[in-house]
């Protein structure tokens, strides 16, 4: 079994002996993996009525530094999931970034990440991954249909014809699942992803950086500050408040180091020094050296074995792109498999979760790996073409947009998706078809509030958009002048929503024809006549 | 907007002492730097990047012959 010695432990829940005494079991979904991802996947579709197992090598959650950052889109479906309000009231929220260069007391970059204002949650909150687990785990003991089992370890496993047959190792059993549908949601090293021998293709980049998570008492703004080239030791750093009075550091160390030296305190001290100033008092919370890769499997959906989050594809963290990635994957598939559970849509509506996750992937991919490029120049030529583009920033507004030291994580659209209806009518504004849904304020509440789990219409002017069996409309009335113009709308004009909250498909002046179309294109239906 | 790969620059020779000038007195690594702030400079100035990305690759391809 996985080895737990040397892991520190946040919160400890033990090992969770099986109810049945039975040498095996057959399910209907099993989630190996209770990290961010298969926990809010076990939530999404507990939350849908279905029957789901989790199981977690560990018995307790890590405490370790893993993800800080959690975007808008990230909150809005943790939203959709119940714990949007108290990861909101935990995290530290911010929404804006300052690039330094050489230690110039001004930046010579600034970026607002939230440019439209009057959305329920902000850019971007900062809270340790710990607290989100343990939330998503509050939350899931309330529903008794899903059940978390801890320091259960899938050790082998064996695609079948209509399932999957997963052997388990337990403390003190072995046991095997029989379950429909296996996802993968056990994090970049998966496991399964090496049991059943797939590739993983991509780029690993030859640079080492050094996590610092350190408390200490210091007024600083709560923003993202990256430093190029700064006088204290390493060629780069950023600094990111956490909850808690913790601040995470990050020092770019190059490729040719002593990893274990590294992470000594009396050399990271010089670091920490330099960036905080001489006078600081702070004390070491979390130490570690990291390398990173950008990489992703060739398929998501491999028959009954869907994988999701790092398991599927990694990026490096400038950018915070890699457990909000997951956060999308897991919006996106959780309703295509609970239709297809319930036969209300052929398995086929999942090759779009594969298409889908694959172009957010490739996007987040795109992202990270020129934010890398950017800080870690290949070569003589790209070193000095950086130094331009940082030389210029500080005296030309027009070089700053070149300046990258990440791009933050956005919800991406699903371009070109099968299950989108191309737009007929111009819009002049909003969200296409594929892309979420923009926040707005509406009514005593916000506009994301009123969709998801269902298919939905949005309906502008009231009483425009044609009646659908089984489809609730939204009606957003004439005087909600900032929903309005933030989907281009019109008196009649209406959007087709997704459970996922993203556009399926928009209309001027929808007919009942078209919007059945649609939906049946979205849910993976033939278009019937 | 495509690259422009026909005559259009009337002042041509003026073009050339400029870029040549821009060199004058600069070693090596410093005319090195200064060429990438001028592709930057340039290169915001025509804006386009489908139009760029053809231009580095006529530029590449052109001194590999």
């Known amino acids: 079994m996985m080895r737990t010695d040397n892991i520190p432990v946040w919160k400890d829940y033990g090992y969770a002996p099986r109810k049945s005494k039975a040498p095996g079991e057959t399910l209907e979904t099993l989630i190996v993996g209770g990290g961010p991802i298969g926990l809010a996947l076990a939530l999404d579709l507990g939350r849908k009525g279905r029957d789901v197992v989790v199981i977690n090598a560990l018995p307790f959650i890590a405490r370790g530094s893993k993800a800080i950052c959690f975007s808008k889109r990230s909150l809005e479906i943790y939203d959709r999931l119940g714990v949007g309000g108290r990861l909101l009231k935990k995290g530290v929220v911010w929404e804006k970034g300052k690039v330094f260069w050489k230690g110039g007391a001004e930046p010579i970059y600034e970026f607002d990440l939230l440019p439209i204002k009057d959305q329920k949650f902000p850019a971007f909150i900062n809270i340790q991954q710990y607290y989100v687990e343990e939330y998503l785990i509050d939350e899931i003991a309330r529903y008794p249909n899903i059940d978390i089992r801890w320091r259960h370890e899938a050790v082998a496993v064996t695609p079948r014809g209509d399932g999957v047959l997963v052997e388990i190792e337990t403390p003190d059993e072995r046991y095997w699942i029989e379950t429909r549908y296996l996802l993968a949601c056990d994090g970049a090293k998966s496991p399964v992803r090496t049991m059943l021998g797939l590739d993983f293709e991509g780029?690993?980049?030859?640079?080492?950086?050094?996590?610092?998570?350190?408390?200490?008492?210091?007024?600083?703004?709560?923003?993202?500050?990256?430093?190029?080239?700064?006088?204290?030791?390493?060629?780069?750093?950023?600094?990111?408040?956490?909850?808690?009075?913790?601040?995470?550091?990050?020092?770019?160390?190059?490729?040719?180091?002593?990893?274990?030296?590294?992470?000594?305190?009396?050399?990271?001290?010089?670091?920490?020094?330099?960036?905080?100033?001489?006078?600081?008092?702070?004390?070491?919370?979390?130490?570690?050296?990291?390398?990173?890769?950008?990489?992703?499997?060739?398929?998501?959906?491999?028959?009954?074995?869907?994988?999701?989050?790092?398991?599927?594809?990694?990026?490096?963290?400038?950018?915070?792109?890699?457990?909000?990635?997951?956060?999308?994957?897991?919006?996106?598939?959780?309703?295509k498999l609970d239709r297809v559970l319930n036969g209300a849509s052929p398995p086929a509506l999942l090759e779009s979760y594969n298409s889908e996750a694959i172009t957010v992937a490739d996007v987040n991919i795109m992202h990270s790996t020129r934010s890398t490029d950017f800080?870690?120049?290949?070569?003589?030529?790209?070193?000095?073409?950086?130094?331009?583009?940082?030389?210029?920033?500080?005296?030309?507004?027009?070089?700053?947009?070149?300046?990258?030291?990440?791009?933050?994580?956005?919800?991406?659209?699903?371009?070109?998706?099968?299950?989108?209806?191309p737009d007929a009518d111009g819009f002049a504004a909003g969200p296409e078809p594929g892309a979420p849904l923009i926040d707005a304020?509406?009514?005593?509440?916000?506009?994301?509030?009123?969709?998801?789990?269902?298919?939905?219409?949005?309906?502008?002017?009231?009483?425009?958009?044609?009646?659908?069996?089984?489809?609730?409309?939204?009606?957003?009335?004439?005087?909600?002048?900032?929903?309005?113009?933030?989907?281009?709308?019109?008196?009649?004009?209406?959007?087709?929503?997704?459970?996922?909250?993203?556009?399926?498909?928009?209309?001027?002046?929808?007919?009942?024809?078209?919007?059945?179309?649609?939906?049946?294109?979205?849910?993976?239906?033939?278009?019937?006549? | 907007m495509s690259l422009i790969l026909t005559r259009n620059a009337p002042a041509a020779d003026d073009i050339y002492e400029a870029i040549i000038r821009m060199h004058d007195g600069l070693s090596d690594e410093e005319s090195a730097r200064a060429n990438a702030r001028l592709i930057l400079i340039l290169a915001n100035h025509i804006g386009d990047a489908s139009t760029i990305k053809e231009a580095t690759t006529l530029a590449r391809s052109a001194g590999a012959r």
């Open chain 1, 375 to 421: 800080m870690t120049p290949k070569s003589g030529m790209a070193s000095i073409f950086r130094d331009a583009v940082l030389e210029l920033a500080r005296a030309h507004d027009f070089a700053r947009p070149f300046v990258n030291s990440g791009r933050l994580s956005q919800a991406a659209p699903y371009a070109n998706s099968p299950l989108s209806t």
């Open chain 1, 203 to 335: 780029r690993v980049f030859e640079d080492n950086f050094l996590i610092a998570d350190v408390k200490f008492r210091d007024e600083r703004p709560t923003e993202r500050w990256f430093h190029f080239d700064p006088p204290w030791p390493g060629a780069s750093s950023l600094v990111h408040k956490q909850p808690d009075g913790v601040w995470r550091l990050d020092f770019q160390l190059g490729w040719n180091i002593d990893k274990k030296e590294a992470v000594k305190p009396q050399n990271v001290d010089p670091f920490v020094r330099g960036l905080l100033g001489p006078d600081v008092e702070f004390e070491y919370e979390w130490l570690s050296v990291y390398t990173f890769q950008c990489r992703r499997l060739a398929r998501f959906v491999h028959d009954r074995v869907i994988f999701a989050g790092d398991a599927a594809h990694l990026v490096s963290p400038f950018g915070a792109r890699g457990c909000n990635g997951g956060m999308q994957d897991v919006d996106n598939l959780a309703w």
């Open chain 1, 441 to 529: 304020p509406l009514g005593d509440g916000w506009l994301l509030e009123k969709f998801g789990e269902t298919f939905k219409i949005l309906a502008f002017g009231g009483g425009a958009a044609p009646e659908i069996a089984g489809i609730d409309v939204v009606a957003v009335p004439a005087g909600a002048a900032v929903a309005r113009g933030r989907y281009g709308a019109e008196d009649g004009a209406a959007y087709l929503v997704r459970p996922d909250q993203h556009v399926a498909a928009r209309w001027k002046r929808p007919n009942a024809e078209a919007v059945n179309a649609a939906l049946a294109r979205a849910q993976g239906l033939e278009i019937r006549r």
